[in-house]
């Protein structure tokens, strides 16, 4: 084998640096509507929290947010100093099928931030639940979350914000001293993503480390 070069080494050292940064930012994509439950059982009413970010590439406000629900049977939005909530209602079939909130004049989201918009809703009886969302800035232009994933599992450019309902009301167990508390999808997947992450950063090191020790032995 042939012995490292200091050449080599900051090579190998470059590389590892890269590799290390794109598992840094092989987060979840915050750029995008999200959407958190924290009750995700099906059937039960449950707090959603739609993370809104503000992506104007000219400086234009975030001013109105629309939501479509899944005709779902009851809905109550949250007070949001300097925004206006309105709900769609279909009185016929008594269910609710949008919300919508507008901001104040001179209120809205940057590009440098983003804010949290909450409804109380009865969740449907399903496995899952879309909520496509339309965002609109000062300038006019308009944004469509609202694409299911593509068919190979992939994220599309503008997904629209989905909630598995995993929750489940299980009958409590005499053993347990308390309940276990369910987290959200979204949090579970994302303390995941991290874990495995952190996993190869620390195989990358090793790697340079072993390659290093063998250079000056």
Sequence with gaps: MQPFTGASSRALL??????????????????????????PTPGTTSVL???VPGESDTGA????????????AS???EVMPGWAAKLDRDTAAGTVRTVTWTAA????????QFALFRVSVKLPDAAT???????TYSDGSVVHWDQPPLPDGSEPEHPAPQLALTGTEAAPDPGQTAPAVAQP?????????????????VAAAAVVVSMLNRRRS
């Design 14 to 39: 470059t590389t590892a640096a890269v590799a290390v940064t794109g598992l840094l930012t092989a987060a979840p994509a915050w750029a995008h509507v999200h959407v958190d439950a924290d009750n």
């Design 49 to 51: 929290t739609f993370r």
């Design 61 to 72: 406000l975030t001013t109105q947010l629309k939501v479509d629900l899944p005709n779902v």
């Design 75 to 77: 809905a109550r939005t």
């Design 105 to 112: 004049p001179g209120v809205g989201i940057s590009s440098e």
């Design 129 to 135: 639940a879309s909520f496509p969302v339309t965002q």
């Design 185 to 201: 999808a979204g949090t579970v997947d994302n303390s995941a993503r991290w874990l495995a992450g952190g996993a190869l950063i």
